[in-house]
């Protein structure tokens, strides 16, 4: 039979690592001291329950069995073991937050040891006492309570007590704005626990390692610290562990604008922080609900919360908490509140800015000068708003804290915007600086975007400032913000490289690439469900087949699950490529002969930067909503390719000609005032803004001809994109994966694949039955050219899950980048394969964003359904061509303009845009590769 104090050890380890089981014991214990008739035995038992249900979160039931047992204890004399069980029970009762009482009880407990001599359990209590004094809002009683408590642990090797106060040094330290030094002490802690094995306590570290991370500013770290607390919390079965992580979690994404993801937090924190009666944490989850219903324009259930949360902090007797809530009251009336609402709400947020900084909260008061400084220049007194945002930047800046600069140097630049541009033009500058050290540290591509989702129109802000003067180097600065504003995370990815784990984390790193593919592999389970047979696909299939339910839950966990990978397994590397990509030198010579053209809207006006061998010009367009319109009505004629090929050509002359005007319109807009800046060049690289992506520029009329005539033209999603892929590009190479799903309604594939593959030296053929997933896999890195001819389904309601159409399921976005690793160029001969959806920054997300992130140089692909026939000609011809040393553009211009000499009718001739900017060349030498008479020699598959 275990001794006594076995029994509390044993316990008291399965509190920290299966307190459910910690539980059980504890019960089994209790019950085998009831039968036994031991006193002393009863009331250690009854203090091993008590402790069991604490960690369960059991609070009310386990403050009254703490009394029992100091009873108990008490009766028996025994009055060291009465004072020990109060340890527990002063944690206990500031759980449920009753903070005088446990502070009395804290510090007569202590006072107790130390007459006692017993240096470890005074220690304790001094942890106890500091534990309870930060929520109170006392920060510096706090700190002083935890060295204390500190040096004993360690001067006594108590390594587990150690990591309990490293951690609590941590959170406290975060409130004084401590960054650095709260990071110290909670990774300290984190690894005491894991080299303990404490699962559950790591998990609480974890989750304070979140909560500092969303803190300063770092919310990739945050949501990774959080995501893995939660997995650690749910396995364990601590219901109230998973609560607390939800608390952190709705803050967090709601920094990052995950609003479906803020709203699903927020209604499991609230309602299991009422169940488990946590005041304190709470009020916090209240404040940060009141935050994303404001966020969300829901002024009234903003306030409902905030109010709330005030009401608790006032009863719990939390000052620190109340003032937080006061500034959350006095930032509403910004929106709606008149004179005397403002000025009420202003002397509420000067009372709790004053209050934070008496505290020691340095970035809570800062944040409350940021709403002082709103409120004034919103009652018509702007210096006085001056001076509060400069104190909130002397207070960021102290503290390094990023996202409070980018806020502070975003308010002043706002308010001087009118007054003095320049000045303002020097504040956004350094708002934007520190936005993008911000976002860099999401890490994840859907979290960087989303992060960005409401801070988009700081650029166009400077780029409008900037372009009022139009001298030369207002010109090149705005030209440098509208290229940090576009397609940023791709040109990170491609600047980044390959991941590579940092240490320590590549066992995770590779169980989370496991978890990624078998997502994948049931999501194409599910679209070959869902598209199934023989039918031609489209995103109207998906609806009637009935799997649309299926199919939506496996991306969204396929979407968790790559950002999980993303976060896990990036790190210095693409803060690293952020630099880089804010340092890539756009003015890097651009190809002999060369123009190009990026286009940007400042205030609906659309704008375009020229980039030549002659310098860059700015030239002033139209208003983007007549290029929508102009956008909208070519949409509409070229939709009637959908009638088919023989209805186009009975109505040729008719149909061309209301297509030509509807091309010439957008000549006459976006292309005609460029005329003087393209003279002279053959070469056009056009970088599309907003509803100019996948327009076909080539096509563009000038009233006598097409632009194809004039120029070899490609699109860019930026000119750093370009610079890179033309970094990346090397010679073309001699292997050529050609891929081809024969199909009823695809008559032309055979000879496609038929004509491609006869214009390569070293070519693999996957046809009909052999065009599988597995044999694709099987020849990642075994070539150079990859050609895909088949059926695609372009998801216009989520674009990442475009998929191209295999013999035995479906090629998705993820599938494709990771096939076009190490290609040089990539061709989709498929329906509107070059389509892609628009996010936040420009970026566009779609089948040839996977290719380029891939680090594919050059993509070839489709802005609308192609007809097989006049497909077929072109590819030889494009082929044909690049065989002989032609570059990838001016190969497919003169395709484009032999098939047109057949089928003058843009539908036919005019469907494919080039995108990169490779360019790659065919190898010179080839005279090696061919054999048997000029034959080329194919490995079939079959």
């Not at 360690?154 to 007590?161: A, F, I, K, V």
């Not at 709103?374 to 006085?384: C, K």
């Not at 651009?590 to 860059?616: H, M, Y």
């Not at 936040?840 to 996977?850: A, N, S, Y």
Request: net charge neutral.
């Amino acid at each position: 039979m275990p001794s006594w104090d076995e029994l509390a050890a044993d316990i008291d380890r399965l509190n920290r690592t299966n307190p459910r089981e910690a539980l059980v014991r504890a019960e089994s214990w209790l019950a085998a001291e009831r039968e036994s008739g031991s006193a002393e035995g009863y009331a250690r038992a009854l203090r091993a329950h008590a402790h069991a249900l604490r960690f369960l979160g059991m609070y009310e039931t386990a403050v009254a069995q703490y009394e029992e047992a100091e009873s108990r204890f008490q009766a028996l004399d025994l009055e060291a073991a009465a004072a020990r069980t109060r340890i527990g029970h002063v944690t206990t009762l500031r759980l449920l937050g009753r903070y005088h009482e446990a502070v009395e009880l804290a510090q007569r407990t202590r006072a107790y040891f130390l007459d006692q001599g017993d240096e470890l359990q005074a220690a304790k209590q001094a942890n106890n006492l500091g534990t309870i004094y930060r929520p109170m809002g006392r920060f510096r009683e706090a700190v002083q309570a935890y060295r204390a408590a500190r040096a004993v642990f360690r001067r006594l090797g108590e390594d587990s007590s150690l990591a309990d106060v490293e951690q609590n040094l941590g959170n406290v330290l975060v409130e004084l704005g401590r960054y650095e030094q709260a990071v110290s002490s909670l990774r300290a802690a984190e690894r005491i626990r894991r080299a303990l094995g404490l699962q559950a306590e790591v998990a609480y570290t974890l989750l304070n390692i979140g909560s500092l991370s969303y803190r300063r500013g770092d919310y990739g770290q945050a949501l990774e610290a959080l995501t893995e607390s939660r997995a650690i919390y749910e396995s364990l079965k601590v219901d109230r562990g998973a609560t607390e992580v939800d608390l952190d979690l709705l803050r967090t994404c709601s920094a990052l604008n995950l609003r479906e993801e803020s709203r699903a937090a927020a209604e499991r924190a609230i309602a299991g922080l009422r169940a488990l009666e946590m005041p304190f944490e709470l009020a916090q989850a209240l404040l940060a609900a009141g935050a994303l219903a404001e966020a969300s324009e829901d002024r009234s259930l903003a306030r409902l919360r905030s109010d709330e949360a005030r009401q608790l902090a006032v009863r719990i007797g939390n000052r620190f908490l109340e003032s937080i809530a006061r500034l959350q009251a006095a930032r509403l009336a910004l929106a709606d509140g008149d004179e005397a609402e403002l000025r009420a709400a202003l002397r509420e947020c000067q009372t709790a800015t004053r209050r934070l900084e008496g505290a020691g909260a340095l970035d809570r008061a800062a944040y409350g000068r940021l709403v002082e400084g709103a409120l004034l220049a919103r009652l018509g007194a702007p210096a006085e708003a001056l001076k509060c945002f400069r104190q909130a930047l002397e207070s960021a800046t102290a503290l390094g804290a990023d996202h409070l600069l980018f806020q502070a140097h975003a308010a002043v630049g706002e308010l001087l915007e009118p007054t003095a541009p320049e000045t303002a033009i020097a504040s956004y500058r350094l708002a934007i600086d520190h936005l993008e050290t911000v976002r860099a540290r999401a890490r994840a591509d859907d979290l960087k975007l989303s992060f960005l989702a409401d801070k988009t129109d700081m650029y166009e802000r400077v780029v409008g400032l900037l372009l009022r003067h139009e001298s030369v180097k207002a010109i090149a600065d705005a030209y440098d913000f509208v290229e940090r504003s576009k397609s940023r995370t791709l040109l990170e990815e491609l600047l980044a490289g390959d991941w590579a784990a940092p240490r320590g984390r590549r066992s995770r790193v590779d169980k989370l690439v496991r978890k990624v593919r078998d997502i994948r592999t049931r999501l194409n389970a599910a679209y070959t469900l869902a598209y199934g047979g023989d039918e031609t696909p489209s995103s109207d299939a998906l609806g009637r087949s009935g799997q649309a339910q299926l199919v939506s839950s496996l991306e969204q966990e396929f979407a968790r699950a790559t950002r999980e990978l993303q976060l896990a397994a990036r790190g210095a590397q693409d803060a690293r490529a952020t630099s880089e990509a804010n340092a890539v030198e756009d003015e890097t010579a651009l190809p002999t002969g060369t123009a190009l053209v990026e286009f940007f809207t400042v205030n609906d006006e659309l704008v375009a930067f020229v980039r030549t061998d002659s310098g860059l010009q700015l030239r002033r367009l139209t208003r983007m909503y007549e290029v929508a319109r102009l956008v909208r009505r070519l949409g509409f004629h070229i939709g009637k390719g959908a009638f088919g090929a023989d209805y186009l050509r009975a109505n040729l002359e008719g149909l061309r000609g209301r297509v030509d005007g509807c091309l010439h319109a957008l000549w006459e807009a976006v292309i005609k005032p460029l005329e003087p800046d393209l003279r002279g060049r053959d070469r056009l690289i056009v970088v599309p803004h907003g509803p100019l992506h996948g327009l076909p520029f080539h096509a563009f009329h000038d009233g006598d001809g097409y632009l194809a005539e004039r120029f070899a033209v490609s699109c860019v999603p930026s000119a750093g994109v370009y610079q890179n892929c033309r970094r990346l590009a090397g010679p073309l190479g001699l292997r050529a994966l050609v891929v081809g799903v024969e199909d009823p309604n695809l008559p032309w594939v055979t000879r496609e694949i038929e004509t491609v593959a006869s214009a390569w030296p070293r070519v693999t053929v996957l046809a009909g039955r052999e065009a599988t997933g597995q044999e694709l896999r099987r020849q990642i890195g075994k070539f150079d050219i990859l050609h895909v001819a088949s059926h695609a389904v372009f998801r216009r309601d989520n674009p990442a899950f475009s998929l191209l159409k295999l013999a035995d399921g479906w090629l998705t976005v993820a599938d494709l980048g990771e096939l076009a690793r190490g290609a040089q160029m990539v061709t989709l001969s498929a329906c509107e394969t070059g389509l892609g959806g628009l996010s936040v920054g420009d970026e566009v997300v779609g089948l040839t964003r996977g290719i380029l992130g891939a680090g594919c140089s050059t993509v070839v692909a489709s802005l609308w359904p192609v007809s097989d026939d006049t497909t077929a000609r072109l590819m030889g011809r494009f082929y044909a061509d690049l065989q002989n040393g032609t570059a990838a553009a001016d190969a497919l211009r003169s395709a484009m303009l032999a098939v047109r000499s057949e089928h003058d009718h843009p539908y036919f001739w005019a469907p494919f845009v080039v995108t990169g900017g490779g360019d790659p060349a065919a190898q010179s030498d080839r005279s090696t590769t061919r054999s048997g008479g000029g034959s080329p020699s194919w490995v079939k598959v079959v």
